[in-house]
């Protein structure tokens, strides 16, 4: 349903996102697929809801450069560059704060975030009223164009999310620049809303993404993703007493050195949401871990894309 963007539906919209529920919303780049960045199944609800064929990291929405550094950490040259474009159509990839409240799904496990604060009047007052970050990739089925009215978004994926706010057309219309400040020279990798030469007239030169600069690098398909240090042993349909396991669905977890359950109700989006952070509890408890088959279809497939990487 789309509702107009009026204090009292803010107020209804920031009660839902606190409650785990997904809402799409406007920024002045596209529309946008919110959801609590702090609640794992949240995350993975805005991954099933596009059907995204992986865990391609989102970027998390905050008011403000102050709470966005209690998330992430800012150089100097991070900092910069935040307090002469925000708020605005730029996403800063920062390195997580120790104990940093973010999903490690939203971030698909990597030890960076993509920070962003957006200028747009509604998405500041959503924010505000929510008090929690907000990972939200543009609000469309995956693969498709991005939505920069709210009929888009309706048309898109208006059979999977129950509210879309509506405040017009987005006026840059173009997703955010995306740019890495974890090293010495900025990374531009997906340009947006936001020019390099902008950024270069800031802070002297950058760099774009050599792989590939039309399309965005996804960190998510690099081999610098997360991957545990014991081996992977996937699809195990039995388990050794020196491993730990990794089960899905009805499962006995007994035998193992330590067993954790993705979902013992075998709900995929349950187990997308606790597969990074188990893999990490399990991860230095038993040289292996052998992981139980998971079945290959919607979140599935993309949980098994990410197990195949870390098993790599
Ligand atoms: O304008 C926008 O950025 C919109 C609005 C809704 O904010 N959002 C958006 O999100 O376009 P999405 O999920 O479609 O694109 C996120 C981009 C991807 O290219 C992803 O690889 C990159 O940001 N990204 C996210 N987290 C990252 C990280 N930790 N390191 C590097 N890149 C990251
Ligand atoms: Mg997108």
């Not at 104990?99 to 960076?112: E, F, H, I, P």
């Not at 006995?252 to 993705?262: E, F, H, Q, R, T």
């Not at 408890?285 to 139980?292: D, L």
Request: proline content about 6%.
């Amino acid at each position: 349903m789309i509702i107009p963007a009026t204090p009292d539906n803010i107020a209804v919209v920031a009660e839902r996102l606190r409650t785990g529920q997904l809402v799409a919303f406007p920024t002045e780049t596209v529309y946008g697929l919110g959801g609590d960045a702090t609640d794992s199944e949240a995350v993975a609800r805005i991954f099933a809801a596009k059907n995204r064929p992986n865990f391609n990291p989102l970027i998390v929405h905050v008011p403000d450069l102050e709470i966005a550094a209690q998330l992430g950490n800012f150089t100097k040259i991070a900092r910069k560059i935040a307090e002469a474009f925000w708020p605005g159509p730029l996403s800063i990839v920062v390195k997580r704060q120790g104990g940093c409240s973010v999903s490690l799904l939203a971030s698909a496990g990597l030890d960076t975030l993509a920070l962003r604060v957006p200028a747009h009047d509604t998405a500041q007052a959503i924010l505000r009223d929510t008090g929690r970050p907000i990972a939200a990739p543009s609000a469309n089925a995956s693969g498709k164009i991005s939505p920069t009215t709210a009929t888009h978004v309706q048309d898109s994926i208006g059979d999977v999310v129950e509210l879309i706010v509506d405040a017009g057309a987005c006026s840059v219309g173009l997703e955010s620049t995306v740019i890495d400040c974890t090293s010495e020279i900025p990374i531009i990798l997906r340009p947006g809303g936001i020019t390099a030469e902008q950024i270069e007239n800031l802070v002297g030169r950058v760099k774009t993404d050599e792989m590939d600069s039309n399309k965005p690098r996804s960190p998510g398909m690099l081999k610098s993703h997360y991957a545990p240090d014991a081996e992977l042993r996937l699809n195990a349909t039995s388990v050794d007493c020196d491993e730990a396991l990794l089960a899905f669905g009805q499962q006995d977890i007994s035998g193992a050195v330590i067993g954790k359950n993705l979902s013992a109700a075998g709900n995929l989006e349950e187990a997308a949401a606790n597969l990074f952070s188990m893999l990490r509890e399990l991860d230095g408890q038993a040289e292996r871990i052998a992981v139980r088959p998971i079945p290959e279809l919607g979140l599935g497939r993309a949980i098994n894309d990410r197990l195949k990487r870390a098993a790599a």
